[in-house]
């Protein structure tokens, strides 16, 4: 039989060519949270670092809803919250959780954060989630809470307080307000949102029906090694990423 191995993720030999690929994924992030209703007016915005100007980083036009966005419409922003490309506004609480973010994790490409149902309805118990599942095991030890609220996040100290609870980690439940999830691409930063509101969907629903039988910590933490790396969460978006872009092709103009 033939060694499979897994696709890795792509080099690129350009700037250039590099950055209009983290554009197409990141227009077709936008897409797939319209397509999984993560949408509230307008609120939400994910970000991915600008790979030529590392303080710079793409996001999406103020108020242009996700299932419109396509790569043309992304907007460059600077560490100063100005903007450098495109002719839309962005979103101050983008800019002043985003920033920080990535002036604190040099290592995140990307960041994604919308006010998505169960989400939300999650942070509302100020707690974190519990291995319960195989896939709530890419959280496990690697998931953090911001447990404080004081209003739309329009500081960019508390963006700087919002980075330091996320620390290291892959995730952080914002306490009544929602979730944000990074990582080393687009790709990975969107597909761990995406999963990380169904884990909260299925706590909810299984805390709901009964009392959930939490994966021993041993277990919880062989499991997180087997489905939470960067790859992982990189190789779990290109199936969402295809179907996407061969429904709603005009994302990448």
């Known amino acids: 039989m033939a060694d499979l191995r897994l696709p890795l993720p792509p080099t690129f030999g350009s700037v250039e060519e590099e950055r209009l690929h983290r554009k197409q994924r990141l227009a077709a992030a936008f897409r797939l949270f319209a397509h999984f209703g993560y949408e509230e ?13 590392p ?36 979103n101050r609480a983008a800019f002043a959780i985003h920033s920080q973010v990535h002036a604190a994790r040099p290592d995140v490409v990307a960041a994604a954060h919308s006010h998505s149902m169960y989400g939300k309805s999650w942070s509302s118990l100020g707690r974190l989630l519990d291995p319960l599942t195989q896939d709530a095991c890419a959280f496990y030890q690697d998931h953090a809470l911001f447990d404080d609220y004081t209003g739309v996040v329009l500081d960019v100290e508390e963006g700087k307080r919002i980075a330091h609870s996320l620390g290291g980690r892959k995730a952080v439940i914002l306490r009544n307000h929602g979730l944000l999830s990074v990582g080393h691409s687009v790709d990975e930063a969107a597909w761990w949102f995406i999963s990380m509101d169904r884990c909260c969907q299925s ?12 994966i021993a910590d041993d277990d919880a933490a062989h499991t997180a090694g087997q489905v939470g790396s960067h790859t992982i969460g990189w190789f779990n978006f290109q199936p969402l990423y295809e179907m996407i872009v061969r429904r709603q092709p005009d994302l990448l103009d």
């Open 203 to 214: 706590q909810l629903l299984a805390e709901a029906a009964g009392t959930p039988v939490h």
């Open 41 to 53: 007016g307008v609120a939400g915005h994910i970000t991915a670092r600008d790979p030529e100007r």
């Open 55 to 90: 303080d710079h980083f793409w996001v999406n036009p103020f108020g242009e809803p996700f299932a419109h966005i396509r790569v043309s419409d992304l907007v460059l922003i600077n560490d100063e919250g100005d903007v450098v490309e495109g002719e839309r506004a962005v």
